[in-house]
């Protein structure tokens, strides 16, 4: 079962940046802007990162909402005073991260409070097909997969909307490469054939025709 994390950032850089990293890392994200965007969130979430200082009021201010839907707590915040780190921590944060912040330490941290509360998923599956965040590595059948960082990118953006369409350019924007670039248009539908014969019908990705790609959980 994969996490659900929702971040409330009104810094659109720092909810892009963070969004996509933990995307990457295998979790499912909802962004909020505000706290109106983030109490009309429907779902409950395994944890929720909040900003202190939003633009219709207060990060804690959705503290109680939060946690009644079943989110552990961490506060990411330019705002540093004792005062306000106390208030998180008696509110029940679980942790407290001020601005400006090294990602991995911060990515880090997200994985120790979500073992904390028993709500870390180390794998991810869909069809026949199990993929393990931590390790990097996809297994069909138990056996591994030998995929290239691109397909396993691919991979990951299929299982993390499952049986959900996504068009080519939601899909092209998950995948760019390590250096920056993005993938071209024209060379999608190459990567996708070369990740369905690799994984031999384990998934049925299926071509939505006029509108995108669907991975189906069978």
Same mark, same amino acid.
């Given at each position: +079962?994969?996490?659900?994390?929702?971040?409330?950032?009104?810094? &659109?850089?720092?909810?892009?940046?963070?969004?996509?990293?933990?995307? #990457? &890392?295998?979790?499912?994200?909802?962004?909020?802007?505000?706290?109106?965007? =983030?109490?009309?969130?429907?779902?409950?979430?395994?944890?929720?990162?909040? /900003?202190? $200082?939003?633009? /219709?009021?207060?990060?804690?201010?959705?503290?109680? /909402?939060?946690?009644?839907?079943?989110?552990?707590?961490?506060?990411?915040? =330019?705002?540093?005073?004792?005062?306000?780190?106390?208030?998180?921590?008696?509110? $029940?944060?679980?942790?407290?991260?001020?601005?400006?912040?090294?990602?991995?330490?911060? +990515?880090? *941290?997200?994985?120790?409070?979500?073992?904390?509360?028993?709500?870390? &998923?180390?794998?991810?599956?869909?069809?026949?097909?199990?993929?393990?965040?931590?390790?990097?590595? !996809?297994?069909?059948?138990?056996?591994?997969?030998?995929?290239?960082?691109? @397909?396993? *990118?691919?991979?990951?953006?299929?299982?993390?909307?499952?049986?959900?369409?996504?068009?080519?350019? #939601?899909?092209?924007?998950?995948?760019?490469?390590? !250096?920056?670039?993005?993938?071209?248009?024209?060379?999608?539908?190459?990567?996708?054939?070369?990740? *369905?014969?690799?994984?031999? $019908? &384990?998934?049925?990705? @299926?071509?939505?025709?006029?509108?995108?790609?669907?991975?189906?959980?069978?």
């Amino acid at each position: +079962m994969s996490v659900s994390v929702i971040l409330v950032e009104d810094d &659109a850089i720092i909810a892009s940046g963070l969004t996509y990293a933990l995307q #990457q &890392a295998g979790y499912l994200v909802t962004h909020a802007k505000d706290i109106k965007s =983030a109490k009309a969130a429907s779902g409950s979430y395994d944890l929720a990162i909040l /900003d202190v $200082g939003l633009p /219709d009021g207060s990060g804690f201010d959705l503290v109680a /909402d939060l946690k009644a839907k079943g989110a552990s707590l961490l506060f990411l915040t =330019a705002v540093d005073d004792e005062g306000n780190i106390i208030r998180a921590f008696e509110g $029940g944060a679980d942790d407290y991260v001020t601005k400006p912040f090294r990602l991995g330490e911060l +990515m880090a *941290r997200i994985k120790a409070a979500l073992r904390r509360r028993g709500g870390q &998923a180390d794998s991810l599956s869909i069809g026949q097909v199990t993929v393990s965040p931590s390790e990097g590595k !996809a297994y069909k059948d138990s056996a591994p997969l030998d995929l290239t960082a691109l @397909e396993y *990118r691919l991979l990951l953006t299929f299982i993390n909307n499952k049986n959900q369409i996504l068009s080519r350019e #939601q899909i092209l924007s998950q995948i760019w490469d390590s !250096a920056g670039i993005f993938v071209e248009d024209n060379t999608l539908t190459v990567y996708i054939k070369r990740l *369905r014969d690799k994984l031999g $019908g &384990a998934i049925n990705i @299926e071509t939505i025709r006029g509108m995108g790609y669907r991975a189906n959980d069978n």
